[in-house]
């Protein structure tokens, strides 16, 4: 097997309500389509991913933050910002997604399969050192990107195709020189930052902000052309995507024009990249995307060329 589907049940147990658009019918969209897709079904390693520990999450989080959440959960439930809603499940949830992002970063590493899709919530690319925001809770992807450096990975490369800016991917990676970022966004558009002049204080971010309603092979090219930039001199040991669903055509947070094929090239790309990097390792983790069919259309899109 080469590619890895990671999900955790726990990841269900967010509860953030059906008229929030980051509903859990977006999570069980992806495993109903691909009961669908028996070719793609069967090629698939199925693993059932872990809970990060409170050590683990603390490699990109403040413990007091980090407390703050279990603590939000256990008394029942409340809201991080307007947007960001903690339920009793939410901890639970939370240390799964990073965990199912871990297990795929480990699974890299041991050289057992390369590469994994990890179909988690809540999403983390908001999500800051202090203060969670945007949906997002923990940073699954800068957590696994930190692990991925304390397990000997000397360079980590990230690609954030979400139509959002990465900001807190951006905030929780970029004071180490030896984790790139590059992110692709709409822009003006939510949160607000991700300015192309924006490269952080080491220059190892590429943001490539965007207008709405290009023709999609614009945005395609664009980010192909900041991830060249971003590995012209420095050779990533281990790929990991920020893959949100919402730059797709029709999601109702974006308004970029993509369709499930181009996630698909662009994710065939960065396989064909990181054969000659680091053995072809890329874990991809579920950000955004609002239209539980679009959500699983492209997550199958990304699976089928990862095999
Ligand atoms: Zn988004």
Known sequence: MTVAFISHSDCGRHDTGWRHPEHVGRLRAIPRALRDDLDLYQVLEHVEGRHATVAEIQLAHHPGYVDSVRRLAEQGGGALDADTPVSEGSWDAARAAAGC?????????????????????????????????????????????????????????????????GNGTQALVEHDPSIRFVSLHQWPWYPGTGAQEDRGPHGSVWNVPMPAGLPAARYVDALRVAVEDATREFTPGLVLVSAGFDCLAGDPLGGFTLEPSDLAGLTAFLVERAGAWCGGRVVAALEGGYVPERVAAGALAVMQAMT
């Open 101 to 165: 992002v871990l297990q795929g970063v480990d699974l890299a590493l041991d050289g057992k399969v390369p590469r994994s899709f990890c179909a988690v919530r809540p999403p983390g690319h908001h999500a800051l050192r202090v203060r969670g925001m945007g949906f997002c809770l923990f940073g699954n992807v800068a957590i696994a990107a930190r692990h991925a450096r304390r397990q000997g990975v000397e360079r980590v490369l990230i690609v954030d195709w979400d139509v959002h800016h």
